[in-house]
């Protein structure tokens, strides 16, 4: 029996949730998550019938790639002794992105290699 989180995906080979499968072997089997999502993260525990009842829990995190947007996207042009106005904005990503700002071959104006 495979759960995931509380509810039932599985029962001795029949499927219940179609996003899963399993391959089979002598000694038990093992659950397949295809192209797995961040709707697949959560708890899935595999449980064995027996005179004593037994059962395994994986905890399942989905990594997905940061997007992120810039503006400028390209090159930023500014007169001597005005302000420049970067910005990086995090569209997506799991775990949350942490956003850090550097200067090529240069510390930062505070002094700091990054901020």
């Known amino acids: 029996l495979w759960k995931k989180n509380k509810d039932i995906i599985a029962v001795a080979s029949q499927i219940i949730d179609k ?5 089979e072997s002598p ?3 093992h659950l397949v ?3 797995a999502g961040p709707a697949d993260e959560g708890v899935y525990t595999c449980q ?3 005179y004593t ?3 395994l829990s994986h905890t399942v995190r989905i990594r997905v790639k940061p997007v992120i947007s810039t503006i400028p996207e390209d090159v930023l042009i500014v ?3 005005s ?3 970067l910005v990086c904005n995090i569209l997506a990503g799991t775990p949350t992105p942490e956003v850090k700002w550097r200067r090529k071959e240069k510390k930062m104006p505070t002094g ?3 901020i």
Not at 19 to 23: H, I, K, M, S
Request: net charge negative.
């Open 83 to 85: 302000q420049a106005t």
């Open 27 to 29: 000694n038990g089997n």
């Open 79 to 81: 007169n001597a002794g």
């Open 33 to 35: 998550i295809g192209q």
């Open 53 to 55: 009842p037994t059962q």
């Open 48 to 50: 064995v019938s027996a």
């Open 19 to 23: 996003r899963v499968r399993l391959d």
């Open 112 to 114: 700091e290699e990054e």
